[in-house]
């Protein structure tokens, strides 16, 4: 079961990537070589800080980090940790849509891998200043031998906003 979860998730994206290079995506946006700093309001109920640098203007990479200490109750301790490659399929003028394959660690009381695949939007309300929002599938490894798998709409409606620099 895991491997087909696995498979569908990659070939969604291979899929979307050879759909948009088929038909000539041009993005309309000049984001190479832009990092873009910002905060995504929810990962598994954990606000994030994150990270996007665009390597060209249709591929790019973002890292997140989110952390919750609380001394009182150690068991309410966590943190996350990922990174997602991102592809944009349509591009318009102020408006990206994209493809994104991510992998994460999630820890509370136990530690766990989660790799989530899906799409998502980016809308650039200013040049330097986006709202974005994503959904797809997810699928969790488990410590312990559990594992999950579900969709992923943690952000929706829920916003992120990036600035670039």
């Given at each position: ?14 899929i979307s990537s ?118 797809g599938l997810s ?27």
């Open positions: 079961m895991k491997k087909v979860i696995l498979t569908l998730l990659c070939v969604s994206v291979l050879a759909i948009a290079v088929q038909i000539n995506v041009v993005s309309e946006r000049q984001l190479a070589k832009k990092i873009g700093i910002g905060f995504n309001s929810s990962v598994l109920h954990l606000p994030v800080l994150s990270a996007r640098y665009w390597l060209t203007d249709l591929v790019g990479i973002e890292g997140f980090l989110g952390f919750r200490i609380d001394d009182n109750y150690a068991d309410k301790n966590r943190y996350i940790v990922g990174g997602e490659f991102l592809y944009v399929i349509k591009s318009y003028k102020k408006l990206n849509v994209f493809s994104s394959v991510s992998l994460a660690l999630y820890r509370r009381k136990k530690t766990f891998g989660i790799i989530t695949g899906g799409f998502g939007v980016e809308w650039f309300v200013l040049d330097n200043l986006s709202l974005s929002t994503q959904a699928f969790s490894i488990g410590g312990g031998g559990t594992n999950s798998v579900g969709t992923n709409v943690e952000n929706i409606p829920k916003i992120s906003i990036k600035y670039y620099l």
